[in-house]
């Protein structure tokens, strides 16, 4: 999560005001979930 924290600042830190001389339009969508290794009885079930 500490680079999605990063990214999202370093966008919020160098924002500029809408249609600012320069500026170029950015978006940023992230969808973080943690993984968990399957356990033996679930890589079973799965066969």
């Keep these: 999560t500490a680079l999605v924290d990063e990214a999202s600042s ?3 830190t160098s924002a ?4 600012s001389e320069g500026t170029i339009r950015t ?3 992230v969808a973080a ?3 968990v290794a399957a356990t033996t009885n679930d890589q079973q ?3």
């Design 16 to 19: 500029r005001p809408p249609r």
């Design 33 to 35: 979930f943690r993984l």
């Design 45 to 47: 079930e799965s066969r």
């Design 27 to 29: 978006a940023l969508s």
């Design 10 to 12: 370093l966008l919020h």
